[in-house]
Protein backbone atom coordinates (compact mmCIF):
# COMPACT_ATOMS: atom_id res chain seq x y z
CA UNK A 1 0.00 0.00 0.00
CA UNK A 2 1.43 3.85 -0.18
CA UNK A 3 0.78 6.11 1.73
CA UNK A 4 0.65 9.89 0.54
CA UNK A 5 1.19 13.31 2.24
CA UNK A 6 0.23 16.58 0.49
CA UNK A 7 2.37 20.04 1.47
CA UNK A 8 2.04 23.06 0.16
CA UNK A 9 -1.00 24.58 0.52
CA UNK A 10 -1.56 28.35 1.84
CA UNK A 11 -3.16 31.56 1.64
CA UNK A 12 -2.56 33.37 -1.50
CA UNK A 13 -4.10 36.44 -3.35
CA UNK A 14 -5.96 36.57 -6.35
CA UNK A 15 -3.93 36.27 -9.35
CA UNK A 16 -0.82 34.81 -6.99
CA UNK A 17 0.36 31.08 -7.75
CA UNK A 18 0.98 28.08 -5.44
CA UNK A 19 2.77 24.40 -6.00
CA UNK A 20 1.32 21.68 -4.67
CA UNK A 21 3.26 18.26 -3.30
CA UNK A 22 2.32 14.86 -2.98
CA UNK A 23 5.32 12.62 -1.39
CA UNK A 24 4.20 8.92 -1.55
CA UNK A 25 5.78 6.44 0.63
CA UNK A 26 5.65 2.95 0.88
CA UNK A 27 4.54 1.17 -2.61
CA UNK A 28 6.38 3.60 -4.89
CA UNK A 29 4.45 5.62 -6.54
CA UNK A 30 5.59 5.14 -10.04
CA UNK A 31 3.47 1.66 -10.01
CA UNK A 32 0.45 3.92 -9.94
CA UNK A 33 -1.54 6.83 -12.04
CA UNK A 34 -1.96 10.11 -9.55
CA UNK A 35 -4.78 12.49 -9.45
CA UNK A 36 -5.68 15.86 -7.72
CA UNK A 37 -8.62 16.82 -6.62
CA UNK A 38 -10.14 19.40 -4.17
CA UNK A 39 -12.93 19.92 -2.08
CA UNK A 40 -14.08 23.47 -1.87
CA UNK A 41 -16.36 24.37 1.47
CA UNK A 42 -19.59 23.07 1.28
CA UNK A 43 -19.06 20.63 -1.52
CA UNK A 44 -18.16 17.24 -2.78
CA UNK A 45 -14.88 16.51 -3.84
CA UNK A 46 -14.15 17.13 -7.51
CA UNK A 47 -11.64 15.87 -9.83
CA UNK A 48 -8.72 18.28 -10.98
CA UNK A 49 -5.89 16.40 -12.83
CA UNK A 50 -4.34 13.35 -13.26
CA UNK A 51 -1.26 12.03 -14.67
CA UNK A 52 -0.14 8.46 -15.98
CA UNK A 53 2.62 6.42 -14.45
CA UNK A 54 5.30 7.40 -16.47
CA UNK A 55 4.51 11.33 -16.37
CA UNK A 56 3.85 11.09 -20.53
CA UNK A 57 0.34 11.75 -20.29
CA UNK A 58 -2.01 14.32 -18.06
CA UNK A 59 -5.51 15.53 -18.81
CA UNK A 60 -7.32 18.42 -16.24
CA UNK A 61 -10.27 19.37 -15.61
CA UNK A 62 -12.16 22.63 -16.98
CA UNK A 63 -11.77 24.76 -14.38
CA UNK A 64 -7.99 23.92 -14.26
CA UNK A 65 -6.74 23.92 -18.01
CA UNK A 66 -4.48 26.46 -18.66
CA UNK A 67 -3.50 27.71 -15.29
CA UNK A 68 -2.59 24.57 -13.62
CA UNK A 69 -0.26 21.91 -14.20
CA UNK A 70 0.66 18.33 -12.76
CA UNK A 71 3.62 16.70 -12.79
CA UNK A 72 5.58 14.08 -11.06
CA UNK A 73 9.08 12.95 -10.17
CA UNK A 74 9.29 8.95 -9.73
CA UNK A 75 13.41 9.05 -9.11
CA UNK A 76 11.57 10.98 -5.85
CA UNK A 77 8.03 9.54 -5.33
CA UNK A 78 6.48 13.16 -5.31
CA UNK A 79 3.71 14.76 -7.62
CA UNK A 80 3.21 18.02 -7.96
CA UNK A 81 0.36 20.35 -8.72
CA UNK A 82 1.82 24.14 -10.46
CA UNK A 83 -1.44 26.25 -9.72
CA UNK A 84 -1.11 29.74 -11.35
CA UNK A 85 -3.65 32.82 -11.72
CA UNK A 86 -5.51 31.38 -8.83
CA UNK A 87 -8.93 32.84 -8.13
CA UNK A 88 -11.05 32.58 -4.94
CA UNK A 89 -13.09 29.61 -6.15
CA UNK A 90 -10.21 27.69 -6.10
CA UNK A 91 -10.33 27.82 -2.65
CA UNK A 92 -10.98 24.31 -1.55
CA UNK A 93 -9.07 21.38 0.61
CA UNK A 94 -6.50 19.51 -2.06
CA UNK A 95 -6.01 15.65 -2.06
CA UNK A 96 -4.04 13.65 -3.80
CA UNK A 97 -4.54 9.86 -4.79
CA UNK A 98 -3.11 6.95 -6.05
CA UNK A 99 -5.26 5.01 -8.68
CA UNK A 100 -4.36 2.28 -10.99
CA UNK A 101 -6.43 3.06 -13.96
CA UNK A 102 -5.40 6.41 -15.41
CA UNK A 103 -8.58 7.14 -17.46
CA UNK A 104 -11.14 6.29 -14.61
CA UNK A 105 -9.47 9.02 -12.37
CA UNK A 106 -11.59 11.78 -13.46
CA UNK A 107 -14.87 9.50 -11.89
CA UNK A 108 -13.49 8.65 -8.96
CA UNK A 109 -16.56 9.55 -6.85
CA UNK A 110 -15.98 7.41 -3.98
CA UNK A 111 -12.74 7.22 -1.21
CA UNK A 112 -12.28 3.19 -1.85
CA UNK A 113 -11.89 4.04 -5.66
CA UNK A 114 -8.62 5.09 -5.26
CA UNK A 115 -6.29 2.96 -3.62
CA UNK A 116 -4.99 5.76 -1.45
CA UNK A 117 -5.70 9.11 -0.44
CA UNK A 118 -3.46 11.56 1.33
CA UNK A 119 -4.86 13.72 4.34
CA UNK A 120 -5.07 17.07 2.36
CA UNK A 121 -3.84 20.60 2.24
CA UNK A 122 -5.82 23.68 2.89
CA UNK A 123 -5.65 26.05 -0.31
CA UNK A 124 -7.58 29.52 0.36
CA UNK A 125 -7.24 32.24 -2.05
CA UNK A 126 -8.79 35.93 -1.18
CA UNK A 127 -9.85 38.53 -3.45
Known amino acids: QVQLVESGGGLVQAGGSLRLSCAAS????????MGWFRQPPGKGREFVAA????????YYADSAKGRFTISRDNANNTVYLQMNTLKPEDTAVYYC????????????????????WGQGTQVTVSS
Open 97 to 116: AAASDFWSIANIRRLNEADA
Open 26 to 33: GRTSSRYA
Open 51 to 58: INRSGGSV
